[in-house]
């Protein structure tokens, strides 16, 4: 086939912090060596896009980094993907031989790590422009937009069978709690879980948990209406900080007798992660922390919580190596094992892409699915 051309498209675009998301026509390059161009099907929209589009300082911007989508073409040295293969985005990637990718301790590529700057790893260039002025990338990934350019290592081919506007959700919020329980806090059979954010990524540690068979899935949250759906996804015991006259962690450490066996911070607010690890028990209570903070992003806590034995973990991702693992939780998904429908409560056409950010803001959606 002929060398791909630039094409120009629809994208939202963001234009500066908090403004609504204006549709526009964009130039599209072509992908570069061992890049691949995708036709975006499915996008959803995660906090951490909702996030960066009010604090972050990089615009005009692409945001987006949940998403399917079909290959259109491919760039330079590529092999592994052809066009017409169905993929999902990875907002951080796998190359498959840095010191990272081969240690078999970790999810943190070298080379095709979280990209914070709003441009592509290889060049520090944008693939996006209108008239000729850049527009920046978001996590490399940009999935506003009819089509996007991705390094073939931040995206992982999927069978044609599954339904790519279900499984964006895998792409991160799902995946990511699922890994943190599995793979990260590796939760134990009888076990007891506390979750702080039952948001997607919350109640996605708390599927996690359920299939683990922990015998209390606590679930803390500020928003009232998370109560019902929470138990539809595991939670044993729904707290509403607003209403407790003692504080949380005394809550907690009553419902299971002295302290959680896992706490899972999951909102995004550096002070809860002091509470998550008052929460978790003496001797070998663990934190696991999802959520992305955007203001004081500062940790503080009394030594004395860690000298008693217990644990703080970080993790990106829920542990998962994007390009190796996701295939098996695709698998499972198919396998009716996990369940990623139910966090759909919205699907939203492109041109609405808007009040996906305004449902989200008032805590009114799980996921929102952008249908482009
Ligand atoms: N205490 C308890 N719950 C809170 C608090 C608080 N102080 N503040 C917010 N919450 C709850 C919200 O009511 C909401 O239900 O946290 C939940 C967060 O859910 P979402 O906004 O849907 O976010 P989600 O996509 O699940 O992401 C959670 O993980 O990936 C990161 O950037 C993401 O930091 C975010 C976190
Ligand atoms: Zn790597």
Known sequence: SSFPAVLTCKAAVAWGPGQPLVIEEVEVSPPQPMEIRVKVVSTSLCRSDLSAWETQAIFPRIFGHEASGVVESVGPGVTEFSEGDHVLTLFTGECKTCRHCTSGKSNMCQVLGLERKGVMHSDQKTRFSIKGKPIYHYCAVSSFSEYTVVHSGCAVKVSLAVPLE??????CGVAAGLGAAWNVADISEGSTVVIYGLGTV??????????????????????????EIAKTFGITHFVNPKECSESIQQVINRITDGGADYAFECIGDTGMITTALQSCCQGWGLTVT??????????????????????????????????SDLPSLVDMYTKKEIQIDEYITHNISFEDINQAFTLMKEGKCLRCVIHL
């Open 166 to 171: 279900k499984i964006c959700l895998l792409s």
């Open 290 to 323: 999802l959520g992305v903070p955007k203001v004081n992003p500062e940790l503080t806590a009394h030594y004395g919580i860690l000298l008693s034995g217990r644990t703080l973990r970080g993790s990106l991702f829920g542990g998962w190596k994007p390009k």
């Open 202 to 227: 919350g109640l996605s540690v708390a599927q996690g948990a359920k299939v683990r068979g922990a015998s209390k899935i606590i679930g803390v949250d500020i928003n009232p209406e998370k109560s």
